[in-house]
């Protein structure tokens, strides 16, 4: 049985959502009251007489003038008018109401993983204790580098920093930078679009094939979200033209973009986030964390392909492809398996 994705539970993705969901929204009503007795002082209408009011005139009553009991707060509801027990959340909001949804937990949480070994050279597992929703939005925009050399083979560049003590990492790859131009229809710079608009996404067309990262329109904006500053920075040979526009507040504040004149052989993308860590119950980013991301970093360079220089905090990594990657989880290439002969390559 899988362990679901978002809570990490050995539970079918069925069994997640009943467990997690609120399916019964209305089990706090109150029932229908019983209808009052009469008094014994009160006259009543002989039996099968109507009422004097007619149904026409009935029927114009408005739902808004009833004084009746059903319209009193629920049950337990401690004394709360309806509009503070049912409330309507913005997609913003809901997302820093409820960030399980979108990144994963936000609990820490331990978990058996591989990590890269510096003093050994190679990768190995560890108890780890880290925080999912965090590595997760680090992951988002890792994953947007690596896409680039998809979309544009001739990135030949990627460089990861990770300032553990000030609590800010930065992302850049070389290659086609973001188009630096106004969206027609939404009235603001693509740039600003991508990263800074919820459901906004390159990946909604269905009928092609999917080679990249990316699909409901969140992605890097979790990242934004998640951030106390966010800058976004891309040069855009093409137009001849550079952007860059700051993110603050969980992207609660919008800067204005400042969009300059840059070379032609410009083209490259930087994003510098400072992660939220309250958001995360952290306060700062811890070497378990920083261990796993370093290890994603890995990952990128084995998965990139060839004639892609990946930099970790300055340094190159000497992965140049996935048999040097493999080679980092063995102990020596001669007393590992050999499958169809590929690992036996000198």
Avoid at 80 to 86: A, H, K, L, N
Avoid at 159 to 167: M, P, Q
Avoid at 197 to 222: C, M, P, W
Avoid at 329 to 335: H, P, S
Wanted: proline letters at 6%; one cysteine or more; glycine letters at 8%.
């Amino acid at each position: 049985m899988r362990a679901c994705s978002t809570c990490g539970r050995g539970l079918e993705r069925a069994q997640h959502l009943f467990l997690v969901s609120p399916l019964n929204p209305f089990g706090t009503f109150p029932s229908t009251p019983p209808p009052s007795r009469p008094s014994p002082n009160t006259t009543t209408e002989p039996q099968g007489k109507k009422p004097a009011a007619s149904k026409k005139a009935a029927a114009k009553a408005p739902l808004g003038e009833n004084k009746s009991t059903n319209v009193s707060a629920p049950a337990g509801s401690g004394g709360r008018s309806v509009e503070e027990i049912y409330q309507k959340k913005t997609q913003l909001e809901h997302i820093l109401l409820r960030p399980d949804t979108y990144v994963g937990s936000c609990e820490k949480t331990e978990a058996l993983a591989w990590v890269y070994d510096k003093e050994l050279n190679k990768l190995v597992q560890r108890q780890m204790s880290f925080v999912p929703g965090l590595y997760k939005i680090f992951d988002e925009i890792l994953v947007n580098a690596n896409d680039n050399k998809v979309r544009d083979p001739t990135m030949s560049t990627l460089r990861v920093d990770i300032d553990s003590e000030a609590g800010i990492i930065r992302v850049y790859n070389d290659g086609n930078g973001i188009p630096v131009q106004m969206h027609k229809e939404e009235g603001v710079y693509v740039p600003e679009l991508i990263f800074g608009h919820l459901l906004t996404s390159s990946n909604y067309n269905d009928d092609e094939k999917k080679v990249t990262g990316g699909r409901n329109g969140y992605g890097a904006k979790l990242a934004n979200i998640f951030s106390t500053e966010f800058v976004l920075e891309t040069c855009d040979g093409s137009r001849e033209l550079r952007y860059r526009q700051v993110f603050k507040d969980n992207m609660g504040f919008t800067g204005v973009p400042v969009v300059t004149k840059c070379k032609k052989t410009d083209n490259w993308t930087c994003i510098t986030f400072k992660p939220d860590l309250s958001k995360f119950g952290m306060t700062h980013l811890e070497e378990d964390t920083v261990a796993l991301m370093c290890k994603r970093v890995y990952d990128v360079a084995g998965s990139i392909g060839k004639n892609t220089k990946i930099f970790l905090n300055g340094e190159r990594l000497k992965v140049k492809g996935f048999s040097d990657y493999v080679d980092l989880y063995l102990e020596g290439r001669e007393n590992a398996p050999k499958v169809g002969g590929y690992l036996s390559r000198k």
